[in-house]
Structures are given as structure tokens and as C-alpha cells.
């Protein structure tokens, strides 16, 4: 059964470096997203992407955050200066349509020391 | 079976038993809802989805019921097994928003043999 995968599984930065986060949907979904989950908490939407484009964004997905597709299978989130608060699960997830289910990768744990 | 009209945040049963988990969604113009479950250090998986224009709908040992009026969505699993122990939320899609997932408090369910 096709599933999202995700590297690393865990990543351990300095406050103030940068990391890039990184994804593969399944492969005939259309709509990208990442989602965060600080620990005990609820899954928090990020970003979606579709179309080689950001498509929608939260409040939390502010300048430091960027996204990317940089070829037909890998879909990246890279924080650009790392924050303590930053420190939480990252999943990524996709959708054939947008408006069906979203499946997602097993997630990477980010620390930020 | 256990059930539980409020939602709450933990849910013990025992194995065998049929377990009713419960959320209230935000808003009243969603129209697609998602129930996940989430299994320690993985990512959401995804069990049963449900649109609006329907009341209820059954998987695998799984009945999610739709109650638009209150805004309220269950997940009913029946003879409950000690792998479903496990951190379980809805997520809804408001239309015209956009095509991320808003999800709700988790409640996590545990199951003793």
C-alpha cells in the first residue's frame, strides 16, 4: 500500500541554524501539506502546496518557513533560523483531491537546542 | 461497551467491549470530517471519513455518526482490542477555506485484556 515517508526521523539543531525537513507524498497525489504537533498536543496545520504553489498557510507558517517541490517526488519544509518553540513532531501529509482523505508520513522529531 | 456524551480526554475500557469516542467540531459550514488515530511517535492514521450530507457511515469495526445539528461527530468501535489503545482525533474541512484540516482534542483510548 503506497504511504508518505519522511526524513529524518529525528533532527537535532542549535537555535538559529537552519533545517530542511523532507517528504515524499504518495505518488499520485496532487495537494501537499504539513502539519505540527507540539508534544501532547493537537496536530496544528502549516502549510498546503498544490500546483507548484503555497496554497494556503497559517498563522504559524511565518517568514522562516519556506516549502518546496524541487522534483517530481520529494516535497521539503525548511525553517530557515531555528526557534526553541520550534521543537515539535513535523508530519507531512497528502491528498489525491483536496477534498478527500489526507494521509500521512510517519513524522520527523525536531529538537531545537 | 463504554460511551461517553462529552468529550473527554481519556477513555478506558475493556478488551471486548465497544467504545464510543466523541468530538464537537468548530464550525458549523464544515463539511468533511476525518477520524485519525494516533499511535505513539507515528503520524496520524487515517480510520473512517465522513461528509455532511450524510449521518453515518460504517467501516471495519467502525461507525462514525454525523450530528450537524449539534455539531457533534463519534467513532464507535466495536469489540474493542488492546491495539486500538491509542491517541484518537476528528479533523473537519471548512469549505471555501481551503483544503487544510482543522483537528479537534485528541482522546486517547486505552485497552486492558
Known amino acids: 500500500e503506497p504511504e508518505v515517508t519522511q526524513t529524518p526521523s529525528h533532527q537535532v539543531t542549535q537555535m538559529g541554524q537552519e533545517v530542511i525537513l523532507r517528504c515524499v507524498p504518495i505518488s499520485n497525489h496532487l495537494y501537499f501539506y504539513w502539519y505540527r504537533q507540539i508534544l501532547g498536543q493537537k496536530v496544528e496545520f502549516l502549510v498546503s502546496?498544490?500546483?507548484?504553489?503555497?496554497?494556503?498557510k497559517s498563522e504559524i507558517f511565518d517568514d522562516q518557513f519556506s516549502v518546496e517541490r524541487p522534483d517530481g517526488s520529494n516535497f521539503t519544509l525548511k525553517i530557515r533560523s531555528t526557534k526553541l518553540e520550534d521543537s515539535a513532531m513535523y508530519f507531512c501529509?497528502?491528498?489525491?483531491?483536496?477534498?478527500?482523505?489526507?494521509?500521512f508520513g510517519p513524522g520527523t522529531r525536531l529538537t531545537v537546542l | 461497551g463504554e460511551s461517553v456524551g462529552l468529550h473527554l480526554p481519556t477513555l478506558s475500557v475493556q478488551e471486548g467491549d465497544n467504545s464510543i469516542i466523541n468530538c464537537a467540531y468548530s464550525?458549523?459550514?464544515?463539511?468533511?470530517f476525518i477520524w485519525y488515530k494516533q499511535e505513539s511517535g507515528k503520524g496520524p492514521q487515517f480510520i473512517i471519513d465522513?461528509?455532511?450530507?450524510?449521518d453515518k457511515r460504517q467501516g471495519q469495526r467502525v461507525t462514525v455518526l454525523l450530528n450537524k445539528t449539534v455539531k457533534h461527530l463519534s467513532l464507535q468501535i466495536a469489540a474493542t482490542q488492546p491495539g486500538d489503545s491509542a491517541v484518537y482525533f476528528c479533523a473537519e474541512n471548512i469549505p471555501g477555506v481551503g483544503t487544510a484540516l482543522i483537528f479537534g482534542k485528541g482522546t486517547t483510548l486505552s485497552v486492558s485484556s
Open positions: 465522513i461528509r455532511s450530507n450524510m
Open positions: 501529509a497528502s491528498s489525491f483531491t483536496g477534498q478527500d482523505g489526507q494521509f
Open positions: 464550525n458549523s459550514a464544515s463539511d468533511y
Open positions: 502546496f498544490y500546483n507548484n504553489e503555497i496554497s494556503e
